[in-house]
Nanobody
Framework: QLQLVESGGGLVQPGGSLRLSCLAS????????IGWFRQAPGKEREEVSC????????LYANSVKGRFTISRDNAKNMVYLQMNSLKPEDTGVYYC??????????????????????????WGQGTQVTVSS
């Protein structure tokens, strides 16, 4: 069974940090670009970061650039999202998603991540992140 499972969410004060993890089972992530998405209450789901299959390309939404870092460990079949300097507006459910995409083009940034519409093949169930004092 092909599955993505997110973990690491929780409640954190403004200015704090969290590291989200995305574990793949049933398939290897070596051939997948991975995206992190979030959905705030009452808002549409948005893509906040992307990493290419080899990790050679990364992409960030302007709202998280300089605060979030995406990384991957293909040997462990894991992708991470390190989130620092968290703000209340970062609150939402965070999802990881995998696309069958070898190479760097999937996260090239030719089209801003905020406006692009690219397909992802597998989705996790999400993990809640709440930033509040």
């Amino acid at each position: 069974q092909l599955q993505l499972v997110e973990s690491g969410g929780g409640l954190v004060q403004p200015g704090g940090s969290l590291r989200l993890s995305c574990l793949a089972s049933g398939f290897t992530l070596d051939y997948n670009a991975i995206g992190w998405f979030r959905q705030a209450p009452g808002k549409e789901r948005e893509e906040v970061s992307c990493i290419s299959s080899s990790g050679g390309n990364t992409l960030y939404a302007n709202s998280v650039k300089g605060r979030f870092t995406i990384s991957r460990d293909n040997a462990k079949n894991m992708v991470y999202l390190q989130m620092n300097s968290l703000k209340p507006e970062d609150t939402g459910v965070y999802y990881c998603a995998a696309a069958w995409a070898l190479g760097t083009n999937y996260c090239s940034g030719d089209v801003p991540i905020e406006t692009r519409k690219v397909p992802y093949d597998y989705w996790g169930q999400g993990t809640q992140v709440t930033v509040s004092s």
